[in-house]
């Protein structure tokens, strides 16, 4: 008969501390990861703590002299790239809105790397018989492609890979948010 039904249910609702991974600091406007990294479950680009998986960047990077070395030749930029590349293994938090965009980006991008290349391929071994339509479809595919990378660049990649430099990663474009959970 004395039953209060609006006593509080003994469970809190709100999780635990964020777990952060012991290794990942600010430093100015960039986040400072291990080349091997799990981030705090927090979305990368909005901040909120809601609806937060974590998604695997993996990436590789060269500094700036080693891809203007194509200027020279594509092979030599190919090697000293295989020699020089710096790799990285991390785990990013992305909410649910973040992680559809992240999946469009990833659709729009490697589809328009696809269609991309074989208008770029198909119009320029083709320009010799067909002409100036052949021609137009490899432009068309150069801006295709340009685009896709863009995609792939800025909707897909939860973070932007700026340098890796001993060894230790550093990202921008991190949501101050993320900055405040790893301190
Ligand atoms: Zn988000």
Request: proline letters at 4%; hydrophobic letters at 50%.
């Amino acid at each position: 008969m004395n039953d209060n039904p609006f006593s509080a249910p003994s469970a809190s609702s709100t999780g635990g501390p964020i777990a952060t991974s012991s290794s990942a600091y600010s430093e100015g406007d960039l986040l400072v990861t291990e080349l091997t990294a799990e981030l705090p479950l927090v979305c990368a680009k909005c901040g909120t703590h809601d609806d937060v998986q974590h998604v695997r960047l993996k990436a590789q990077w060269v500094p700036m002299w080693v891809r203007l070395s194509i200027l020279a030749s594509p092979l030599v930029m190919l090697i000293l790239w295989l020699i020089f590349r710096k790799r990285c293994d991390v785990q990013v938090g992305l909410c649910g809105n973040h992680r559809s965009t992240r999946m469009i980006g990833l659709g729009v991008g490697y589809g328009g790397l696809a269609l991309g290349l074989v208008l770029m391929l198909g119009g320029v071994f083709v320009v010799d018989v067909i002409g100036e339509g052949a021609l137009l479809a490899a432009l068309l595919g150069f801006v295709v492609l340009i685009g896709a990378i863009i995609a792939l660049a800025y909707l897909a990649m939860p973070l932007r890979l700026k340098k890796i430099a001993d060894e230790r990663v550093y990202f921008a474009g991190a949501h101050a948010g993320l900055h405040d959970a790893v301190g």
